[in-house]
């Protein structure tokens, strides 16, 4: 058992975002979470990544309950999140944000006389030639392109050398050319590296090109959950958000 | 690669050569300057220190914290009462100034670290105002607003020319093991934090706890920067401990450029030449230097030394452009 929500609820007031929700990811895979808006997608990743706790229900990972966990300690255990909307580092280089990632996950940051900049050269240069950021790695964070920020923020993540990497919508505003590129660059580092991938989308051929594992949302209920064909084949799903056309 | 080599070497050469002039200038200073002017330079160093300590939060971390006078003050006093009514040696009364100063700045940061922005500026206005208020009313115990008198230095220390060289070495250390802390991965932190402090939390980094860290710290350089200033006063007095003295840091900051090192430490030397050029002529000095902030952030926005520094990248750009160009 990798990661596995029991039961899990959020209620922000009287709404119910998520609503007793049971699922395993399974170590390796590629597993996506889609709905339609307001379905609870987003909320269900905040849950599992600390973003938010949950009203009731628990999150174990690796066998250990993390439902109370603050996020920077599920971080520590090998679960990093990229967020829908963009979140880089501004006024930090390229280069000196992946080194961040590298930094808190190899457990330097504690360091006060050595320079930061002589760590981890060799492991922030790969990242950068993987995600293909390497000609810009002292460009300034925030005058790069937003398909490369998007890829920034892939990188800062894989600095943390994660074992769940938790990504929200990972193509939101990228040009389809950009879409292919990023997906083809998921499936690289979950191919090479063994990450589990989780990640929320709403572009369905992305969905289905990727994912070996599908969970539908709807309302904040769980309503299907398997493979990208029994899902498409699921009558329920097609009824409430492929509208019959999957 | 040994291109690069001596091109790096090539620009530490160049980079240190301005620094290695001021040294040489800050080392015959007392030859040049009057003792009026020297005292005004040893206020310069020590209030730099103190505007270092507080652009660490700043510059840096991205906190303005608006308490900072209150550790500048309580290791003064510290150092004060140490020294005159226990009669303790003087070099351990400066460390106890400081650990005063770190010990305080922990129980003050536990409670500030927890906020951001304008809350945690004015929650650190408040526990500075606070421990003010202590000092100024506990009579009996502090002297209340006469202070304390007669804090002497050691002997060898009593002249103005040997107390100058005593701060100008406790500034240029500080001032180094800051810079270190700077460009270690502590500080890189601190900065990916003022940058974006989400994104570092998900990156597993307590933010709090770093906060409390940098806090500390900037508290016990500020608690180094008042336990060092007493002994030359010879007296220490609860306005130090106050908001205004808080705001000096804060103004030389944004006179400076906070995002520059030096930036703070510019802009302090400047205050305080300034003043003491301008009370020759009026007493309206809070008039000029409203003046003096106006014109900065209107005309300067990121500080003399940050506006500079975008002009020189701006023209490094502009020749890179044109060299590169057929």
């Known amino acids: 058992m990798f990661l596995q929500t029991q039961q899990i609820t959020k209620e922000f007031g009287k709404l119910r975002a998520v609503n007793n929700v049971s699922l395993e990811i399974v170590k390796g895979d590629i597993h996506a979470i889609i709905g339609p808006n307001g379905a609870g997608k987003s909320t269900y990743f905040n849950l599992v990544t600390g973003y938010h706790r949950a009203t009731s229900g628990k999150v174990i990972f690796k066998g250990k309950e993390i439902t109370h966990l603050p996020a920077y300690s599920r971080c520590n255990l090998g679960i990093t999140r990229s967020f829908q909307i963009t979140s880089i580092y501004p006024k930090l280089t390229v280069y000196e944000s992946v080194l961040q990632g590298l930094l808190c996950h190899r457990k330097v940051t504690l360091n006060f006389f050595s320079s930061a900049k002589k760590f981890f050269k060799e492991e922030v240069c790969r990242i950068l030639e993987d995600v ?16 490369d920020k998007k890829r920034l923020e892939l990188a800062i993540t894989l600095g943390t050398e994660p074992e769940l990497l938790c990504l929200d919508e990972p193509t939101c505003g990228m040009s389809p050319e950009e879409t292919d590129v990023a997906m083809s660059l998921i499936k690289k580092f979950s191919e090479e590296r063994g990450l589990t991938i989780l990640f929320t989308e709403h572009d369905m051929s992305v969905v289905f090109g990727i994912a070996k594992r599908i969970s539908v949302l709807h309302q904040g209920t769980l309503i299907a959950d398997g493979t990208p064909q029994e899902v498409r084949a699921s009558e329920e799903v097609q009824k409430v958000y492929l509208g019959g056309s999957a | 690669m040994l291109t690069n080599q001596t091109e790096k070497k090539d620009s530490i050469v160049k980079r240190g050569w301005w620094l290695g002039l001021l040294f040489i200038l800050f080392l015959i200073a007392p030859s040049i300057l009057s003792e009026f002017y020297l005292s005004i330079l040893c206020e310069a160093l ?35 009462m140490l020294v005159t009514k226990v009669h303790f040696n003087f070099w351990l009364s400066l460390v106890a100034g400081v650990l005063m100063a770190g010990v305080i700045g922990l129980v003050v940061g536990y409670f500030c670290v927890r906020l951001r922005g304008i809350y945690f500026a004015v929650l ?18 502090t002297g209340g607003d006469d202070g304390i008198q007669g804090v002497f230095p050691p002997d060898f220390l009593k002249s103005p020319t040997a107390y100058y060289y005593f701060i100008l070495l406790v500034f240029t250390a500080s001032a180094y093991v800051l810079w270190r802390i700077i460009q270690s991965p502590f500080g890189q ?19 709090a706890r770093y906060q409390l860290i940098a806090f ?22 609860p306005f130090y401990l106050m908001w205004i003295k808080s705001g000096e840091p804060v103004m030389a900051a944004i006179l400076g450029g906070p995002p520059i090192f030096l930036g703070p430490v510019l ?8 003043h003491a050029w301008v009370l020759g002529f009026t007493i309206y000095w809070p008039v000029v ?12 926005p990121g500080g003399i030394l940050g506006f500079a520094h975008e002009k020189l990248k701006e023209r490094k750009e502009k020749l890179n452009l044109t060299k590169g160009q057929p």
């Open chain 1, 132 to 147: 293909g950021l390497a000609d810009q790695a002292n460009t300034l964070g925030d005058s790069i392109s937003h398909g």
């Open chain 2, 46 to 80: 020590v209030m730099s220190l103190l505007a270092l300590s507080f652009n660490l939060l700043f510059g840096y971390m991205g906190q303005l914290s608006f308490g900072q006078a209150a550790f500048y003050g309580l290791s003064g006093y510290t150092v004060a």
């Open chain 2, 124 to 141: 650190t206005l408040a526990f500075g105002q606070l421990l003010f208020v202590i000092i100024y009313k506990w009579h009996n115990f």
């Open chain 2, 189 to 207: 932190t601190l900065k990916s934090m003022r940058e974006n402090s989400e994104r570092t939390e998900f990156l597993g980094i307590n933010i």
């Open chain 2, 216 to 237: 500390v710290i900037a508290a016990g350089f500020a608690g180094l920067a008042g336990a060092i200033w007493v002994p030359f006063y010879r007296s220490v007095a």
């Open chain 2, 267 to 274: 802009g302090m030397f400047i205050m305080t030449f300034f």
């Open chain 2, 289 to 300: 230097m409203g003046a003096l902030i106006l014109v900065i952030i209107f005309f300067l």
